[in-house]
Nanobody
């Protein structure tokens, strides 16, 4: 049973834009914060952005002003709009649903992870 389905990754030149999407089952989406983490080759996984069900958001300092997370409650989908992409944004991006989305990782109960989508930014 697939709970989170990501789409939208790909190859883009530096300075370009991509939008990632993550569709979740209704029960998971409405009950949890939704977020995106990423993991670059040879690096630890890190928080990109999180969105609570009430609408508040949090971002990694490295993406503030460039990335925007949003939720479409009617479609049970969370988006990550990525602008002004840099080569250092290259990573596998994972969609996550959990009670809390923090810089230390998802917390507070059951966590759901997508399979990940690769974003490659060329210089």
């Amino acid at each position: 049973q697939v709970e989170l389905v990501e789409s939208g990754g790909g190859l883009v030149q530096a300075g370009g834009s991509l939008t990632l999407s993550c569709a979740a089952s209704g029960s998971i989406f409405s009950a949890n914060a939704m977020g995106w983490y990423r993991q670059a080759p040879g690096k630890q996984r890190e928080l990109v952005a999180g969105s609570r069900s009430g609408g508040s958001t949090n971002y990694a300092d490295s993406v503030k002003g460039r990335f925007t997370i949003s939720r479409d409650n009617a479609k049970n989908t969370v988006y990550l709009q990525m602008n002004s992409l840099k080569p250092e944004d290259t990573a596998v991006y994972y969609c996550v649903a959990a009670p809390k989305i923090t810089t230390r990782g998802p917390s507070g109960g059951i966590h759901y992870w997508g399979k990940g989508t690769l974003v490659t930014v060329s210089s």
